[in-house]
T-cell receptor
Framework: DAKTTQPTSMDCAEGRAANLPCNHSTISGNEYVYWYRQIHSQGPQYIIHGLKNNETNEMASLIITEDRKSSTLILPHATLRDTAVYYCIVRVYTGGFKTIFGAGTRLFVKA | DAGVTQSPTHLIKTRGQHVTLRCSPISGHKSVSWYQQVLGQGPQFIFQYYEKEERGRGNFPDRFSARQFPNYSSELNVNALLLGDSALYLC???????????FGDGTRLSIL
């Protein structure tokens, strides 16, 4: 059911940029891409979202391709605390909104 | 400011019983959504409520029901519990029904 595909896991060195890719080739014109992360035993934490323009906030940057079929979440200077499962999701409107999470990417930040 | 609060944090039930989980959204948030997360998987969408009306439903049986109260808090009810209902149940709130959701830390339900 998930409308997004992500790599199962990735490694990143502490202090370096972490680039997490996401494919959403069936996204519709008015559907936003959302990114969340989940640290063990906690609820998912909202990171950023976008429609078609690149977005940046205090946590991360979101780069969306022009055709909107894929996006990349960038954590500019990864720390050990960024080790988590990162979810890229698209909210589907079918008379009501459904938020469909995939399996996410497990990011390991290493010292 | 308080985030999304859920109660109880942990719960143990036996098969066939009924359970009610509760959620208080962030102040000012009018939408509440419920998710089920089985160990090792991403959250699965159950319901979304906005202004006390159901606005979205996932692929869950009728044993699962929910409601939202005038103060925007919400309850998730599950009847005739099965072993497979053991999971972390997450509640998320948002200002509107198509805006970023903020999650609580969930209720861990164990069915014996």
């Amino acid at each position: 059911d998930a409308k997004t595909t992500q790599p199962t896991s990735m490694d990143c060195a502490e202090g370096r940029a972490a680039n997490l890719p996401c494919n959403h080739s069936t996204i519709s014109g008015n559907e936003y891409v959302y990114w969340y992360r989940q640290i063990h035993s906690q609820g998912p934490q909202y990171i950023i979202h976008g429609l078609k323009n690149n977005e940046t906030n205090e946590m991360a940057s979101l780069i969306i391709t022009e055709d909107r079929k894929s996006s990349t979440l960038i954590l500019p200077h990864a720390t050990l605390r960024d080790t988590a499962v990162y979810y890229c999701i698209v909210r589907v409107y079918t008379g009501g909104f459904k938020t469909i999470f995939g399996a996410g990417t497990r990011l390991f930040v290493k010292a | 400011d308080a985030g999304v609060t859920q109660s109880p944090t942990h719960l143990i039930k036996t098969r066939g019983q009924h359970v009610t989980l509760r959620c208080s959204p962030i102040s000012g948030h009018k939408s509440v959504s419920w998710y089920q997360q089985v160990l090792g998987q991403g959250p699965q969408f159950i319901f979304q409520y906005y202004e006390k009306e159901e606005r979205g439903r996932g692929n869950f049986p009728d044993r699962f029901s929910a409601r939202q109260f005038p103060n925007y808090s919400s309850e998730l009810n599950v009847n005739a519990l099965l072993l497979g209902d053991s999971a972390l149940y997450l509640c998320a709130s948002s200002l509107g029904f198509n805006q970023p959701q903020h999650f609580g830390d969930g209720t861990r339900l164990s069915i014996l």
